[in-house]
């Protein structure tokens, strides 16, 4: 444990708690020499790694220099409890990152995790657009996504558009930024009626990310409307897992089920 005693009514212990029971800690694990270490939670990820977030880093290997050994973070018991229990997915996460920690247990040699190849596209001139619309038209279903610089379009604008139609793959269209468009007018007049024909077309099927905010969007900005729907991610991660909290976004699905982050 992160601390020797419960906080009263088991809060989150304090910087100055920490701070105060982190000698028992060190001299626990230099004590023991354990091969693995497990981090149970933010607290405990916080404590020996000195990194916070454990959604980020759930089910990753790291090596602590300080103690010399390998270590795990997984969610904390009171995590799958709060979220649908031994028949969660969160269950299955955590009992799935135990079994990785058994298996490194067995040696003190660091085992990394393995990142696989990537390939991730930035669009830099209207040739590579092109090229971007004409793949897309022969793609069996894609994946869309926008990034805006806030939540309701009258406030904001469209920085860029985001495809995918297969693992490991991304197609990143920048639009603007805070100062304005990043294309001439005539370039962003011809980017922005391709991607509406796309869009706006029953002939491409599309898979989204809450898709209202994506409808909401492009209807407000381009006047266009989002045909060939096919799945919703974020609806599809709610009906599996409506107990989790706060854990149907996609940043925090990708740190989940891939090994890309978020």
Known sequence: NAIRCRPPKDRIPTKKELRMCRHYLEDEIKKIQPNVVILFGNTALEQVLGKSGITKYHGHAFWSDEFKTTCIPLYHPSYIKRNGGTQSSVYKEVVKGINRAINASKTKE?????????????????????????????????????????????????????????ETTGVCVPIANKDGYLWNDEEVGYIIKELSEILGSDKYKKIIQNCKFEIEWILSKWNTGIRGIIFDTMLAHYLLHSNMRKSHGLKDMAWSYTDMGG
Not at 122 to 140: C, D, E, G, M, P
């Open 110 to 166: 660091f085992s990394a995790d393995k990142k696989r190849v990537t390939n991730y596209v930035v669009i830099k001139n209207i040739n590579q657009f092109k090229s971007l619309i004409k793949r897309l038209k022969t793609v069996k279903h894609f994946t869309f996504d926008i990034e805006t610089t806030s939540k309701r379009p009258y406030l904001g604008k469209i920085l860029c558009c985001s495809f995918s139609w297969k």
